[in-house]
DNA sequence: GCATTGACGAAGG
DNA sequence: CCCTTCGCCAATG
């Protein structure tokens, strides 16, 4: 039953020019949205298990349109190498982050992951 | 087309 | 120990 028409690209189009090579940013998508519930990894850790070890600031710019994207990244399960929710902002609503986080089981305090270590989650390791 | 910025990170002073 | 600088690469002005 081939009336599968060529729709729906499992991931791409973070711009509609149709431009970026969304493989690096599909990668970040891929991961993060197996990041296991409950837990927490940083951009460099994506970056790394990519192979960008370097490129940690493309991991948070592909984050600005995870939110967008469908299914919907678990941005907010991404914060930076100090556990600290830099990126909250960027949500709709600053207190989205750290609302969902809460809501998984992760507390956060002054904007920062309590007990960051035991939460985090390294997909070069896990994955 | 060049300059600045950015949800980062590691290294240097 | 805190602050500054560099690297990374893409988007935006």
Known sequence: MPTKKSSKPAIKQIKP???????????????????????VTSYGAIAASLGAKSSARMVGWAMNGAQKLKPKVPAHR??????????KMHFDTPDAMEKLLAKEGIKVKNDQVVDFEKHFWDPAIEL
Not at 17 to 39: C, H, L, M
Not at 78 to 87: A, F, K, T, Y
């Open 17 to 39: 020019s149709g431009k970026t090579d969304e493989n690096f940013f599909s990668w970040v998508y891929d991961v993060a949205r197996q990041i296991p519930k409950g837990r």
């Open 78 to 87: 991404v914060v930076n190498r100090n556990g600290m929710l830099s990126g």
